[in-house]
């Protein structure tokens, strides 16, 4: 069964550090690939998405993630966080072939100003 | 366009009762997904419906069912509630299946909380 795995459960950063988020997932095929935030009592958004082509993909507010096809992965970055980007962030494996998506088990990111 | 909208948003149920919850997804989208939301166990998928009929299915136990009606509305149902089932409970829609590439993109409701005394 796919899974995906989140390393960083809780990480505190102070506004300006720069942030990168593991992801690893565990199906071998084609995959479509997410993030999504989570703010502090609102529902989930989604930041960024792979569906094919260019592997570094951009997303709103100022995230971007990487896949890394031979290592399964699809870390997301951004070069500097402001108190404003404290919320869970999930990251989420649709198969294709018309299979179930599959999320992490998101991490909490806390952001000091 | 509306979003995702999900009814009640609270719920306080005791052992042993059952809940129905409700979901209208963005209009035009023809799936919808459901999960389970709880702290440490990120979302777990429940089950998926696309034109009223069940897709694809998590591993919950039977308690656990659902439905969706031409409209593309959707329901799912908790018999017999445990403690365990105190969560957050999720809908998102989408214009096609998951894993149907651009279409598979799912938009997320606000949950409804599921208290079980």
């Known amino acids: 069964a796919q899974s995906v795995s989140q390393h960083n459960?809780?990480?505190?950063?102070?506004?300006?550090?720069?942030?990168?988020?593991?992801?690893?997932?565990?199906?071998?095929g084609t995959v479509n690939l997410f993030w999504?935030?989570?703010?502090?009592?609102?529902?989930?958004q989604l930041l960024l998405k792979y569906f094919s082509g260019d592997p570094l993909v951009k997303g709103i507010k100022g995230f971007e993630a990487e896949f890394i096809k031979s290592k399964f992965s699809f870390n997301l970055r951004?070069?500097?966080?402001?108190?404003s980007d404290t919320a869970e962030y999930f990251c989420a494996v649709n198969p294709g072939g018309?299979?179930?998506v599959t999320f992490g088990t998101g991490t909490k990111l806390q952001v000091i100003p | 366009k509306a979003g995702v909208t999900q009814t009640p948003r609270y719920l306080i149920k005791t052992r042993g009762q059952q809940v129905t919850l409700s979901c209208s997804p963005i209009s035009g989208h023809r799936s919808v997904?459901?999960?389970?939301?709880?702290?440490?166990?990120?979302?777990?998928?429940?089950?998926?419906?696309?034109s009223e009929t069940q897709r694809n299915k998590g591993n919950f136990p039977g308690r656990f069912s659902g439905r969706q009606f031409?409209?593309?509305r959707s329901e799912m149902n908790v018999s017999t509630l445990e403690l365990g089932d105190s969560a957050l409970y999720l809908c998102a829609?989408?214009?096609g299946l998951a894993g149907g590439g651009v279409k598979a993109e799912q938009f997320f409701g606000p949950g409804t909380r599921l208290t079980v005394l």
């Open chain 1, 9 to 28: 459960h809780h990480v505190i950063l102070s506004e300006a550090a720069s942030l990168e988020l593991g992801c690893n997932y565990s199906y071998g």
């Open chain 1, 36 to 44: 999504y935030v989570q703010y502090p009592g609102q529902h989930l």
């Open chain 1, 78 to 83: 951004k070069p500097s966080v402001q108190w």
């Open chain 1, 98 to 100: 018309y299979q179930k």
């Open chain 2, 33 to 50: 997904s459901w999960y389970q939301q709880t702290p440490g166990q990120g979302l777990q998928f429940l089950f998926e419906y696309f």
């Open chain 2, 70 to 72: 031409s409209n593309s």
């Open chain 2, 93 to 95: 829609s989408s214009l």
